[in-house]
């Protein structure tokens, strides 16, 4: 009970193999039936702390633990309204994970958490003040595979008036969607990452209680005509404020 409260503890510390072991008990619980104890007590500050600094060679498999657990978390839709409402630490883990350019799953993770998180509505306003726009967008130039896709489908879950001042590069990212070839991040049962950069001694994925497939939302055939639809009222809602 309350094992996070330990957890966070420990990710102060500056031994880099101790917060490579933390990011992985993190991640396991993450997936397990603790999962909403872990986020409930604070798991969020916790994921700050560990990659708040530099760890040497541990650095990429603890940026690669914290993404993969955030991301199991944001994915469920029980937890999800916990995580996109924070008001501590998320922007800043997810600052860092978006730029952490040594790895493109760590940034492609981020771009699927900001996706889950923007997708809860009650939180868009929030996370819009906090400055999650000008991340995604930034994100959205990332070499990475896919990565962009993401990014439109995020800004395609905002309403037109909150993308009414967009730019050329704004609308780059979301005619992205236009092209998109793989969905699978929509749908949290298809989320098998690569553990092979957990701390050893750890126990098997298998041992959890996986992703929550009734409530996913692959959102396959609505996207194309979504793009046009908002390119084309975001574009007239600021054509005729700049006519005033």
Same mark, same amino acid.
């Given at each position: 009970e @309350?094992?996070? &409260? ?5 990710? @102060? ?7 490579h ?11 397990c ?18 990659? &708040? ?17 955030? !991301? ?21 883990? &997810? ?21 889950y ?20 967008? !930034? ?5 990475g ?9 995020? &800004? @395609? ?5 909150k ?8 609308l ?22 690569? !553990? ?8 098997s ?13 692959? @959102? ?22 700049g006519?005033?």
């Open positions: @309350h094992a996070i &409260l330990s957890l966070v503890k420990l990710a @102060h510390l500056e031994d880099a193999q101790l917060k072991d933390v990011s992985t008990t993190i991640c396991n619980l993450a997936t039936k603790f999962a909403t104890d872990i986020v409930q007590d604070g798991v969020i500050e916790a994921f700050f702390w560990l990659i &708040l600094q530099d760890a040497l060679a541990k650095t990429k498999p603890i940026f690669l633990e914290v993404s993969i657990a955030l !991301r199991y978390i944001a994915q469920n839709p029980r937890l999800i309204k916990y995580v996109a409402t924070d008001e501590g630490r998320l922007i800043s883990v &997810l600052t860092k994970l978006a730029k952490f350019d040594e790895s493109v799953e760590v940034q492609y993770n981020a771009a699927v958490i900001f996706y998180c923007i997708k809860f509505k009650p939180a868009q306003d929030h996370l819009i003040r906090q400055g999650a726009l000008e991340i995604i967008i !930034r994100l959205a130039q990332a070499e595979e896919g990565i962009q896709d993401v990014c439109s489908a995020t &800004l @395609h879950e905002l309403p037109n008036d993308l009414k001042d967009m730019d050329a590069t704004v780059k990212v979301l005619m992205a969607l236009l092209t998109i070839e793989d969905a699978d991040f929509a749908n949290a049962d298809r989320f098998l990452p690569n !553990r092979d950069h957990a701390a050893t001694g750890a126990w994925q298998e041992e959890g209680d996986g992703q929550h497939s009734e409530e996913s939302d692959p @959102h396959e055939a609505s996207w194309p005509p979504m793009v046009i639809d908002k390119t084309m009222r975001a574009f007239k809602a600021d054509t005729m404020d006519e005033k």
